[in-house]
């Protein structure tokens, strides 16, 4: 029974980085049953009670070691680990995981990680070094593998693949569990029994930015007087509740925020329930695609452009100059479609969760 250690951000209250650790584990439970998994979190009991796996304190340079010494193939990632957008500490810790277990003797796949913005000589320097010396490198867009590629990254082949939350089929959502959710949040049938549209609007702060605020708030507001229930859908709990109450407190119609710091499973459940996303978080935008759920992206992040332009789904923009009518105009243009944009999606989507399975092949072709 091989045991197979796995590095990301995790245990962070991060929905985006637990749905790439949910998806993960279950393409590797699937396609390599019996394996053993050791996920590297920030809180070990909470990761090693919600997916089944065992976890370790990813803080504590003795567990980590220990759980590296007795591994047979480390996975780093998914997950947009090897960047310095948010300081030079990512890099240095997840190169060093990396490179400790090189240290050790035992491979190493990058598994369909998103790679930058790197802009410090040191990170760039230090990815060069490392990641040249791994045994299996896949990223989850062009974008990321011309990255590598500027920084000299050339020994392990480079694999595009796609997101790891994209392996997972519109089939495994727990749909109830979701309308549950809605319910909890305050989102209920009418008088006649129907339920209105619901969209889901996904926020978060950054670098200060506060314009796209009452851009965002006007738009809902159109929706609202449309029949649209809006509802604030937080991802990073609890800095993402803040940014919610901040756009919702703009809105002169009644909306929701959902609460509730729930399980992967249940959140994807609610999103397959959404009939639109407006997301700035690149995970909402990607659970809202394995939902088949039209979807409209603010982009903060290359990442987010990136996905878009993969899924064929609009961007209202980015969120530094973000108006009004560029948010009304892209929803607008998304409605106008109807059920169409549904079946592109669905195709789209379709091709790109083989391409998120071939990264767990890739990794565990490693395994002797």
Not at 68 to 92: F, K, M, N, Y
Not at 248 to 256: F, G
Request: glycine share 8%.
């Amino acid at each position: 029974m091989p045991t197979i250690v796995i590095s990301g951000y995790y245990g962070f209250n991060n929905a985006g980085d637990e749905a790439v650790l949910y998806s993960i584990v279950r393409t590797l439970k699937k396609q390599r049953p019996g394996a053993r998994l050791v996920v590297l979190s920030n809180d070990p009991k909470r990761t090693a009670r919600a997916y089944g796996v065992e976890s370790v304190n990813r803080w504590n340079p003795f567990t980590v070691l220990q759980a590296l010494w007795e591994a047979d193939l480390l996975i780093s990632g998914g997950g947009s680990l090897l960047q310095d957008a948010t300081g030079p500490r990512s890099i240095l810790y997840y190169l060093g995981i990396v490179w400790a277990a090189k240290l050790f003797g035992k491979p190493v796949a990058i598994y369909a990680q998103g790679i930058g913005p790197v802009n410090g000589t040191l990170g760039r320097r230090l990815i060069r070094r490392i990641v040249n010396r791994v045994d299996v490198v896949s990223v989850r867009d062009a974008r990321s593998r011309q990255e590598l590629m500027e920084m000299e990254v050339t020994r392990p082949p480079v694999h595009v693949t796609a997101d790891p939350v994209l392996a997972l089929d519109r089939r495994e959502l727990d749909l109830e569990a979701g309308r549950e959710l809605l319910l909890r949040a305050g989102i209920v049938p009418g008088d006649d029994g129907r339920m209105s549209p619901v969209v889901g609007v996904s926020v978060r702060e950054w670098q200060g930015l506060t314009g796209y605020r009452a851009a965002l708030a006007r738009a809902c507001d159109d929706l609202a007087r449309q029949g649209w229930r809006v509802l604030f859908v937080p991802m990073q709990f609890p800095a993402d509740i803040v940014a919610s109450r901040e756009v919702a407190r703009q809105m002169q119609e009644k909306s929701y925020v959902l609460k509730e710091n729930c399980s992967v499973s249940n959140l994807m459940g609610l999103i397959g329930n959404l009939d639109l996303v407006i997301g700035m978080r690149l995970h909402a935008l990607i659970m809202a695609g394995v939902a088949r759920v039209p979807m409209v992206g603010i982009c903060y992040d290359p990442k987010v452009t990136s996905f878009l332009k993969q899924v064929e789904q609009p961007s209202a923009g980015k969120v530094e100059t973000l108006t009004y009518e560029e948010v009304r105009d892209a929803v607008q243009g998304v409605l106008a479609q109807g059920d169409e944009v549904r079946q592109q999606l669905a195709e789209r989507v379709a091709e790109m969760r083989e391409e998120a399975r071939e990264s767990a092949r890739l990794a565990l072709g490693l395994l002797k």
